[in-house]
């Protein structure tokens, strides 16, 4: 019991002259140690490095994961799973999810319907894309996410902790040399003055005997004071060398987020490059199913004399000869070609995504598709595919 009170009457008179010394700095009454421009310059790239890396951390899960109040329930049970030593199940994610309403709606509405049909194809398409964005999350959480966490909950708080003992222990050395500053002035004034009563107040409270003079007992506090600022000295330079070597080691930290940064740039370049492959697929599917809207526009549109016209003209699209097709004298028009497109049958003009063709109608062709010509090679082309020109 003796021990504790001791050691904690000795941390309280610790934490008041480290108090009485900063205030005393604030106001302009105490000196204080200045550290050298090197080190200054690695706490300064420290602070630096540690508010940027949180900001990308708290943006890139941002980007992640866009509505973090939907995934409060996800993170509590991952939470929990994480403190039980296991791993929490795979979720699906939004397009998965939508994937799976589209094709259980195919079901209701009938698969062989055009529009539920249509369901299936695009439903597969976004569990694809949901797929694609779920390795991708997972990928970015580990290559990029982990290490810019890790140093701000690991090496980051172990820097500050090293810094705030080094701030604490420059705080007691200042306070030694103000004492041995104050000792020494006391010391010179007795030796001048003649006998006189020490003021040890203004050093430290300490029990003497006033059986030696005051020069003397002046001299003997003075070697003390002296003592401990060396001591004090000599803790300030061990830890200011801790301190600077793991400033040292920011450096190291920048290399691994640049190893980070290009994991997840590859990690985000193959997402979109397979989100984009999956939609590319998806056109030309949609693009050789029959569009019943247009169909039921046709009909619904039709007369007695058009019907008639339609039966009676020499170009019908299922028995159109593209090699019989001319090019109308007015009515032909650039298009620039936006995607890839391998041609289902001779009838139809496989495209490469930039180029630019001549495309025109003719009578009875469905509005999907239009009659492209590029040189002396000339077929159906999808009209999703392109982008008219004026």
Not at 10 to 22: I, M, Y
Not at 57 to 74: C, K, S
Not at 85 to 97: F, I, Q, V, W, Y
Not at 124 to 147: H, K, M, V, Y
Request: aromatic content about 8%; proline content about 3%; charged content about 30%.
């Amino acid at each position: 019991m003796d021990f504790n009170v001791k050691k904690l009457a000795s941390g309280a008179g610790l934490f008041f002259t480290r108090a009485v010394q900063f205030t005393e700095e604030k106001l302009g009454q105490a000196e204080k140690t200045e550290l050298d421009a090197h080190f200054e310059n690695l706490m300064s790239r420290a602070d630096c490095t540690k508010h940027w890396t949180e900001k990308i951390y708290r943006q890139t899960e941002i980007l992640l994961q866009p509505n973090p109040i939907d995934h409060t329930g996800a993170r509590i049970e991952e939470f929990f799973y994480e403190k039980l030593d296991m791993k929490a199940p795979s979720r699906l994610t939004n397009g998965e999810l939508l994937g799976q309403y589209m094709q259980d709606a195919a079901k209701e509405f009938g698969a062989a319907t055009p529009y539920g049909s249509t369901l299936i194809k695009v439903g597969d398409c976004e569990r694809r894309l949901g797929a694609a964005e779920r390795d991708f999350l997972q990928t970015s959480a580990i290559s990029f996410l982990t290490p810019l966490r890790n140093f701000l909950e690991g090496d980051w708080r172990t820097i500050s902790k090293e810094r705030r003992l080094l701030e604490n222990l420059r705080l007691d050395l200042d306070a030694c040399k103000a004492r041995v500053k104050k000792a020494k002035t006391a010391e010179a004034k007795a030796a001048c003055e003649g006998e006189m009563a020490p003021d040890f107040q203004e050093t430290r409270p300490r029990n003497y005997v006033l059986s030696a003079s005051a020069s003397a007992l002046w001299t003997e506090e003075v070697e003390k004071a002296e003592h401990e600022l060396r001591v004090a000295q000599t803790e300030f330079d061990r830890q200011g060398e801790v301190t600077r070597l793991l400033l040292e080691g920011i450096s190291s930290t920048h290399v691994n987020h640049l190893r980070c940064l290009h994991e997840f740039v590859e990690a985000q370049a193959a997402y979109y490059k397979q989100c984009h492959f999956h939609m590319q697929e998806l056109q030309k599917e949609l693009a050789r199913l029959p569009n019943a809207f247009t169909l039921n526009s046709t009909h619904s549109m039709a007369t007695p004399s058009s019907v008639s016209e339609a039966i009676s003209s020499p170009v019908e699209t299922d028995t159109l000869k593209i090699e019989e097709v001319q090019a109308p004298a007015t009515g032909t028009r650039k298009a620039k070609v936006l995607y890839d497109y391998d041609a289902a049958d001779s009838s139809e003009l496989s495209l490469l995504a930039d180029e630019l063709i001549t495309v025109y109608t003719v009578p009875g062709m469905d509005s999907d598709w239009l009659i492209g010509e590029r040189g002396n090679q000339k077929g159906k082309v999808p009209v999703t595919y392109l982008e008219l020109l004026s």
